[in-house]
């Protein structure tokens, strides 16, 4: 059986991940930590990561992945080639849902092997971070926070994540963040962060937005 690579699993993975999921934005390889995710995928409830490790990949930096992937989530899944399919379970977590792709015919067929749990290892503050300035300071807004300007992203996040305890609803903040992803727009949002950091002092970034968004719709 020919060994299945990435480029092989990725584009009918999003129609295999639209098909059980319903409204999805994918995302793709986002820098997490030390690790890069391969796609983030945007749901109406929550964000999950998914890694992908075809035939020709290995488990070397699956473990290191797996912590940093565990920090942004709120649910994760390992898409695996077939020559993974019987040792997968033994690197990932209990909670990490598992699909391998198989070839059935030169053409990717998938399974869930596992179904994703709840990721009780998140920060919020890291899923905050997957977010742009101009969308925390929508959240911001939403949530009828102060803008605090002069601070950093960072700090901001800092300020949001010490009010979600007594003011703001995890799953309230986890479905903003989700409809903001949703909403995304790169160029108008390249713009709006080049004019505050124009207005901060600092130098306009070049727009290098070259990966592709795919946002699905029911």
């Known amino acids: 059986m020919t060994a299945f690579l990435d480029k092989d699993i990725r584009e009918p993975l999003f129609d295999f991940l639209e098909e059980n999921f319903g409204k999805t934005r994918i995302i793709e390889e986002k820098n997490i930590g030390d690790s890069r995710a391969d796609v983030i995928m945007v749901t109406e409830n929550g964000l999950y990561g ?14 290191g992945q797996v912590k940093d992937y565990d920090k942004y989530f709120d649910k ?4 695996v080639g077939s020559s993974h399919a019987h040792s997968i379970e033994e690197h990932v977590p209990a909670h990490w849902g ?23 290892n998140i920060e919020l ?7 742009w300035r101009p969308e925390i300071a929508q959240l911001q807004l939403l949530n009828e926070m102060p803008k605090y300007d002069y601070l950093s992203k960072k700090n ?7 009010r979600v305890p007594e003011k ?18 790169y160029e108008k949002i390249a713009e709006t962060v080049n004019a ?8 306009p970034r070049r727009n290098r937005v070259k990966r592709r968004r795919r946002k699905r719709k029911t």
């Open 76 to 79: 994760n899944i390992v898409v």
């Open 50 to 63: 998914i890694e992908i490790k075809s035939d020709a990949d290995t488990y070397a930096r699956l473990s």
């Open 168 to 185: 703001i609803a995890y799953e309230k903040i986890t479905t903003q963040i989700c409809d903001l992803l949703f909403e995304r727009d």
């Open 125 to 131: 503050a890291k899923k905050l971070s997957i977010l």
């Open 156 to 162: 901001v996040i800092e300020k949001i994540c010490d």
């Open 98 to 120: 598992i699909i391998t792709a198989e070839n059935v015919d030169g053409k990717a067929d998938f399974y869930i092997l596992r179904q994703a749990c709840k990721n009780p």
């Open 196 to 203: 505050y950091r124009t207005a901060h002092g600092h130098k």
